[in-house]
């Protein structure tokens, strides 16, 4: 027999009844473990992650459902085990979340057909995420991925810029990847083996950021005890990546372009000139355009600095870009966490890609690094998101307030379709009820409608 490649986790308090299921599986690569009751059920389940849970529907009942913890996952096939096989009990238990349904005494060839078709499914989406991985490998650029038309053009762009440049501005909103632009411009540079020094031109008051970005020698100010060399003479030879720069005062603009201009610089309260050989990369958020034409930025310096531009385009404008970030986060976290997460729910994914995310890139990075910390099962789940994304708010429509709670579930339920195209499942997933149900609220509307229709005929 083969490695087994499938678990089975079977919680059910009759042990015959685990020993005619692995018996019934003999030759599939299939390992059963087997649980006593409810409480060792759940335990086994968060320990070792088995890809199937069959679940004795008398262990069910009482103290909450212990079903809907396993359909929550959606990696999980969770098959039921009652007395008695009926299509309404089977249909009852697919609309809750199950995957199948198996009567006591067990059929040793249905419990191998249900199973084996399980295994193939399993397959089929371990396959899909090999092809997922590699296609993350094909995006990747210098720690960064992003396969959208706009992001391959700032790959480019960067390459092409990378062995020529003095100096680049960076230009983009919060969180959109601009140091990690300035990294991949050092590292792709010919000064890749010298310095790359960071300097944030927001965090210092003035004076000690010129002190920290020029240097400065003994009595410039109070509290100069001694000579200092600055981030530039640091950085000589390689690249000076000054973050923040519309931050920069107006006098240390003026000392930055004489540099940028001569190579030249002088230390905070010294007449002396010293040569420096550097590469600047300045970023920053906000638009240096608009604060020099408000006099708030030197124009000179911004021309100087704009001559090579990179832009970054926010996350909302790169849709496209989404689920290879969520992939490369999530292997990135499940790593750190020591987690073995494998996938992401098909809801969540929706839900994520609704989302507007202001703060970019680091918010994508951040929902998903707390999701993976949240996540109890091999998949993230929408309950693993913050409630910010989870609950998106629906505009309430021009005179609803005169409509019925069914009228409005179903207008919603109308949009909800229209946004899926139709898919009456990923509508079910995105409003977090069963197929059933979605079919259920659709019979009834149309009986609505046939009942009006025959009112008024
Ligand atoms: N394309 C990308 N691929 C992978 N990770 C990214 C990408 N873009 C940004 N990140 C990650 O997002 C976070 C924010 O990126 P970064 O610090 O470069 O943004 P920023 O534009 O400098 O933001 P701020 O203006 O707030 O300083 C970092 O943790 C970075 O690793
Ligand atoms: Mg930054």
Same mark, same amino acid.
């Given at each position: ?115 084996? =078709? +399980?295994?193939?499914? /399993? ?10 991985? #590699? *296609?993350?490998? !094909?995006? &990747? ?33 919060t969180g959109t990847g601009k140091e990690l632009i300035a990294r991949a411009l050092h590292n792709l540079s010919p000064r890749s ?36 060399? =600055? +981030?530039?003479?640091? /950085? ?10 519309? #931050? *920069?005062?107006? !006098?240390? &603009? ?88 494998? =996938? ?114």
């Amino acid at each position: 027999m083969s490695d087994p490649v499938y678990s089975v986790l079977v919680i059910n308090r009759d042990v015959g009844v685990a020993e005619d299921f692995s018996r019934a599986l003999l030759g599939l690569p299939v390992a059963v473990l087997r649980a006593c009751d409810r409480a060792e059920g759940i335990n086994f389940y968060h320990e070792f992650l088995p890809h199937m849970v069959l679940l004795d529907s008398e262990l069910d009942n009482g103290e909450g459902p212990l079903q809907d913890l396993f359909t929550g996952d959606s990696a999980l096939e969770v098959v039921l085990l009652t007395n008695r096989w009926t299509e309404v009990g089977a249909l009852a238990a697919v609309a809750r979340g199950a995957s199948d349904l198996l009567a006591k005494p067990l059929d040793p060839s249905k419990v191998q057909q249900l199973v084996s =078709g +399980l295994i193939a499914q /399993a397959e089929t989406r371990r396959h899909t995420q090999e092809l997922d991985n #590699e *296609l993350l490998e !094909a995006y &990747q650029f210098q720690g960064m991925v992003g396969r959208s038309p706009r992001m391959l053009e700032v790959f480019a762009r960067v390459r092409r810029v990378a062995p020529l440049f003095q100096t680049v501005l960076v230009t983009g909103p919060t969180g959109t990847g601009k140091e990690l632009i300035a990294r991949a411009l050092h590292n792709l540079s010919p000064r890749s083996r010298e310095k790359f020094v960071v300097c944030n031109c927001s965090a210092l008051t003035e004076t000690l950021l010129e002190s920290q970005l020029f240097g400065h020698v003994k009595g410039a100010f109070t509290g100069a005890t001694q000579d200092r060399a =600055g +981030l530039f003479e640091h /950085a000589h030879l390689g690249t000076l990546f000054l973050d923040e720069i519309g #931050e *920069l005062s107006l !006098a240390a &603009q003026a000392k930055l372009l004489r540099i940028l201009q001569s190579q030249e610089l002088q230390r905070v309260g010294s007449p002396l000139t010293i040569k420096v050989d550097v590469h600047v990369i300045a970023a920053t958020n906000r638009n240096v355009r608009e604060l020099a034409a408000r006099g708030q930025f030197r124009e000179d310096l911004f021309y100087r600095l704009s001559m090579i531009e990179i832009q970054l385009p926010p996350l909302a404008d790169r849709k496209e870009d989404l689920p290879l970030l969520q992939r490369y986060f999530l292997q990135h976290f499940s790593t750190k966490y020591n987690k073995k997460l494998n =996938g992401i729910s098909r809801r969540t994914q929706i839900l994520l890609a609704r989302h507007s995310w202001p703060g970019n890139v680091r918010e994508l990075e951040n929902v998903i690094g707390n999701a993976c910390i949240m996540a109890q099962g091999k998949v993230v789940v929408d309950t693993d998101l913050p409630e910010a994304i989870r609950v998106q708010v629906v505009r309430p429509e021009k005179g609803a307030g005169s409509l019925t709670l069914e009228e409005v579930q179903s207008r919603h339920l109308e949009y909800v379709l229209k946004l899926v195209d139709g898919n009456k499942a990923r509508a079910a997933e995105l409003l977090g009820v069963s197929r059933a149900t979605i079919y259920g609220m659709l019979a009834r509307r149309i009986r609505h409608v046939d009942q009006k229709d025959n009112l008024s005929a």
